[in-house]
């Protein structure tokens, strides 16, 4: 059994990405895999800044506070 997540990047909803995303997970989900869909729509989306911040905190999660 394999984790797989799935990642939806476009910003409509029930498109053509989503619908493929969802055929490819009908797909996998028949072969007993756990899967995780992540879908970007409404989500505050940043890039890395280079802050190291990750690297200073124990956790090792970007707060992206230094920028």
Request: net charge positive; proline share 1%; hydrophobic share 30%.
């Amino acid at each position: 059994m394999e984790k797989i997540a799935v990642l939806i990047g476009s910003p409509r909803r029930n498109g053509n990405t989503e619908i493929l995303a969802n055929a490819f997970i009908d797909g996998i989900s028949k072969q007993e895999n756990s899967v995780e869909v992540i879908s970007v729509i409404g989500k505050k989306v940043n890039g890395c800044t280079g802050c190291d911040f990750c690297y200073r905190d124990n956790s090792h999660n970007c707060k992206n506070l230094c920028c």
